[in-house]
């Protein structure tokens, strides 16, 4: 199956992007990079589609094994080339997985699934990039306790 993106120049560094499923962003720069900082940055467009595959599958495998998840949070962070292209060389991916009475070893499991085998864009991102994963599982019965 081919995805599709349309993106078009709405003026100085800003861009409209609209996805093959019809749904719109605004991606712009700083102000000193000639911007007006209206939308999101490019780069930052592909943390989060990694942060947003990654966290699916993970709340996929975690139902699927009928684990309690009740919800999954991704922090990424990234570093980049000094030099162009200057591609992302770091990621730190902090998984925030809550629940009631959560297996440690099958979140761990499905954190490692999704990086090894189903998340596409950290797959692809992880051939320019060293990425990192950790795991903060809150027990949501001895939450606030």
């Not at 861009?15 to 749904?23: E, I, T, V, Y």
């Not at 990621?91 to 999704?114: F, T």
């Amino acid at each position: 199956m081919a995805l599709k993106a349309h993106v078009s120049w709405v003026g100085d560094r800003t861009f409209l992007g609209r996805s093959g499923s019809s749904h719109s962003v605004i991606m712009d720069v700083d102000a000193d990079s000639g911007g007006h900082d209206a939308g999101v940055r490019p780069l930052e467009m592909l943390l989060l589609g990694m942060g947003g595959c990654t966290a699916y599958d993970v709340v996929h495998i975690l139902q699927k094994g009928r684990e309690p998840v009740e919800g999954c949070a991704v922090e990424l962070e990234a570093e980049r080339a000094e030099e162009e292209p200057r591609v992302f060389t770091r990621i730190q991916v902090k998984y925030v997985i809550s629940g009631r009475g959560l297996d440690a070893n099958k979140v761990e499991r499905a954190v490692e699934l999704s990086a090894e085998k189903y998340c596409s864009a950290t797959i692809m991102l992880g051939k320019t990039a060293d990425i990192s994963h950790e795991i903060e599982i809150v027990d949501l019965d001895n939450a606030g306790a």
